[in-house]
């Protein structure tokens, strides 16, 4: 079989190979057995910072430009505010929602997902790149747009008012980086463990006759040990949640302000100790209620879904 993938960061289509043939791995370096290539979805937080495939470790990388951006495109994933202040004013950080550096089973993995851009993205109405993508992750979830409010120090005021590009040096890391995780992967065969994060139509409850005082209810029962009672999450060593909501959250035209969107991340990945243990009526009144506070403001909601019908769960979007 021939493959091929657009260049990125240089060229990273040379990370694949020409087999398009992968052997899974079993477990990670430390013993962890895995699901296929990810971190199984039911498992304690001794395995919270495990890596089937970590490029700071991975003697297959050399000195090149490209797998530099590799490894920084992995550091961004960890820690977007430290290692790309000037797209992240929020607090929060690409594996708050892809856990373990995006290869946990169940949440939101991008393992072997570079294969399946450029696809067909509703909220553009487009086809869309995997810069596409990932300039939308800074701009929405990393609420890039509220840029020019930023108070970081070291960050000057030209720097605050820049949006990110498909050619920016941080979206070309985490691009790389992902690229990075498909090797071996078919190129436009959607991986298996991709698009799990979603509850079933037919248990989707109407927004309408969602209750956010019993998502309230079921928050301080179940998820204030890592999130804090503010939502702003609690610290553990040195890593921490990032918030929920509020100035520091993802804004309003992020994926996750979207109720049944956020609905199935907690559904199938929260409570962190517990992985799906929340029912799916549980998941969406919890997501009504995270969905029901104030966070930093899309300027931009306006040319989204431009061809499409607004989703019934975009409840911070005016109705038209």
Not at 20 to 41: F, N
Request: aromatic share 8%; charged share 20%.
């Amino acid at each position: 079989m021939k493959c091929s993938l657009p260049a990125v960061a240089g060229a990273c289509v040379l990370l694949f190979g020409a087999a398009c043939s992968r052997v899974p791995e079993r477990r990670t370096a430390s013993g962890v057995p895995l699901s296929g290539p990810l971190i199984p979805s039911r498992t304690t937080m001794v395995t919270a910072w495990e890596f089937p495939k970590n490029p700071l470790v991975d003697s297959a990388l050399d000195d090149s430009r490209l797998s530099a951006d590799i490894r920084w495109g992995f550091r961004i994933f960890m820690n977007t505010p430290g290692e790309a202040a000037r797209f992240t004013p929020s607090k929060v950080s690409c594996n708050n929602c892809h856990l373990n550096a995006g290869q946990r089973e169940k949440s939101l993995p991008l393992v072997g997902v570079a294969g399946m851009f450029p696809e067909y993205n509703r909220r553009s109405g487009r086809l869309y790149s995997l810069n596409d993508r990932i300039v939308d992750c800074f701009l929405r979830s990393e609420n890039a747009t509220g840029a020019s409010e930023a108070s970081d120090a070291g960050v000057t005021g030209n720097e605050r008012k820049t949006l990110p590009s498909q050619t920016s040096t941080e979206v070309l890391a985490v691009s790389a980086y992902i690229t990075w995780l498909a090797r071996g992967s078919e190129v436009g065969k959607n991986p298996a463990w991709r698009g799990q994060n979603v509850i079933p139509t037919g248990a989707l409850i109407p927004v309408a006759k969602l209750d956010p005082q019993k998502g309230a209810s079921l928050f301080n029962e179940r998820c204030t040990s890592c999130h804090g009672t503010d939502g702003q999450g609690v610290a553990v060593g040195d890593k921490k949640p990032g918030p929920l909501w509020g100035p520091d959250s993802w804004n309003d035209g992020a994926g996750a302000g979207r109720v049944y969107t956020l609905a199935g991340i907690i559904r199938y990945s929260m409570p962190y100790l517990d992985p799906g243990s929340l029912t799916d009526e549980e998941a969406q009144h919890v997501a009504a209620f995270i969905d029901s506070k104030p966070r930093p403001v899309y300027p931009f909601k306006q040319q989204d879904y431009p061809t499409e019908k607004l989703p019934a769960d975009s409840v911070y979007y005016p109705r038209r």
